[in-house]
C-alpha cells in the first residue's frame, strides 16, 4: 500500500533555533496535512495543503507541498519549548486506499538538556 | 462544542475479556474513524466509516468491530481482548475526504 516516509524520526531543539522536517512518498498526493500532538492528546491539525506548490504560514510554521506532489515539509521558525511534541505529516490520494489519509510515522520534537 | 470526545480515557482489561470504546461527534461529520498508535509505528487505521449504518476495514482491523448506528457516533468493539491490543486509541471525524480530521484525545488501553 501507499507509505509515507517521514524525517528525521525525532530530533533535539533548543529555543530558539529553526526545525525542518519533511515528508515524501512514491506515490502522488492530491493533499497534504500537518499535524501536531502533545503528550497525552490526539494530534491537532497545523497546516492543510491542496495544490502542488502551494507555500502555506500558520504564525511561526510554514509547509509547502512539493512540486512532484510526491513530497512536503514543515519548518518552524524560532522554535519554543511548547513547540515540544510529535508532528505527523498526511496524505491523500483520492484514487487510493479508499480516499483516507495515510500517516507518517512522526517526528519526536524534544528539548536539548 | 466538544468535537470529538471518547469514553473511557483509560482502561485496563485482562485476556480474553471485551469491551466497547465509544466516540461521539457534535460536528455533524459523515466520516469517522479508529486508529490505534503504537511507538514506532505512527497511526494505523483499524476502521472507518463513510456515514451513518456504514463501516469498512482498516489497514489493521483483525481482533476489532465497529458499528456506526448514529451518526455522530462510532463505537470501536474488542470481542476477546489480547496484549497486542495495548495500544492508545484515537477517534477522528471529518466532513469531507481530503480534509483535515479533528481527532479525540485518545483512550489508553492496556491488556494484561
Known amino acids: 500500500g501507499q507509505q509515507l516516509n517521514q524525517s528525521p524520526q525525532s530530533m533535539f531543539i533548543q529555543e530558539g533555533e529553526d526545525v525542518s522536517m519533511n515528508c515524501t512518498s512514491s506515490s502522488i498526493f492530491n493533499t497534504w496535512l500537518w499535524y501536531k500532538q502533545d503528550p497525552g492528546e490526539g494530534p491537532v491539525l497545523l497546516i492543510a495543503l491542496y495544490k502542488a506548490g502551494e507555500l502555506t504560514s500558520n504564525g511561526r510554521l510554514t509547509a509547502q507541498f512539493g512540486i512532484t506532489r510526491k513530497d512536503s515539509f514543515l519548518n518552524i521558525s524560532a522554535s519554543i519549548p511548547s513547540d515540544v511534541g510529535i508532528y505527523f505529516c498526511?496524505?491523500?490520494?483520492?484514487?487510493?486506499?479508499?480516499?483516507?489519509?495515510?500517516f507518517g510515522k512522526g517526528t519526536k520534537l524534544s528539548v536539548k538538556p | 462544542n466538544a468535537g470529538v470526545t471518547q469514553t473511557p480515557k483509560f482502561r485496563v482489561l485482562k485476556t480474553g475479556q471485551s469491551m466497547t470504546l465509544l466516540c461521539a461527534q457534535d460536528m455533524n461529520h459523515e466520516y469517522m474513524y479508529w486508529y490505534r498508535q503504537d511507538p514506532g509505528m505512527g497511526l494505523r487505521l483499524i476502521h472507518y466509516?463513510?456515514?451513518?449504518?456504514?463501516?469498512a476495514k482498516g489497514e489493521v482491523p483483525d481482533g476489532y468491530n465497529v458499528s456506526r448506528l448514529k451518526k455522530q457516533n462510532f463505537l470501536l468493539g474488542l470481542e476477546s481482548a489480547a496484549p497486542s491490543q495495548t495500544s492508545v486509541y484515537f477517534c477522528?471525524?471529518?466532513?469531507?475526504?481530503?480534509?483535515?480530521?479533528?481527532f479525540g484525545s485518545g483512550t489508553r488501553l492496556t491488556v494484561v
Open positions: 498526511a496524505g491523500l490520494n483520492y484514487g487510493g486506499s479508499q480516499g483516507n489519509l495515510i
Open positions: 466509516s463513510v456515514g451513518e449504518g456504514t463501516t
Open positions: 477522528a471525524s471529518t466532513r469531507r475526504q481530503g480534509h483535515g480530521y479533528t
